[in-house]
């Protein structure tokens, strides 16, 4: 992609497009297809990984005691071990 430029897509058409290709057997397509397919969706899924783990980690900022910011803070770790592992596993279904 040479010329990228960014779009605003609301997330819940973006979660919407996830669960539609999460059920879309693409079996029939050639190879390539269900490549780019495969890309699309682990793409998508990884922005919302990240979308989510930027709000865990508002919650460590906004806690107001220091229990409630150490569950923050695992709660942050969690899924960031997650998105590790989604990008280096790349498997999302």
Known sequence: MDNVKSVLIPI???????D??????NSMYDRAVRDD???????L???MQKL???VAYSKI??????DRRHDARLEYLWQKSRLDDLIND???F
Do not use: N
Not at 20 to 25: A, I, K, R, S
């Open 20 to 25: 539609l290709f999460g059920c879309w057997d």
């Open 45 to 47: 899924y990884v922005k």
């Open 90 to 92: 790349g498997r999302i």
């Open 61 to 66: 900022v906004a806690a107001d005691t220091e």
């Open 52 to 54: 989510e783990l930027r």
């Open 12 to 18: 819940p058409l973006v979660k919407q497009i996830i």
């Open 37 to 43: 397919c495969r890309d699309v969706v682990r793409s």
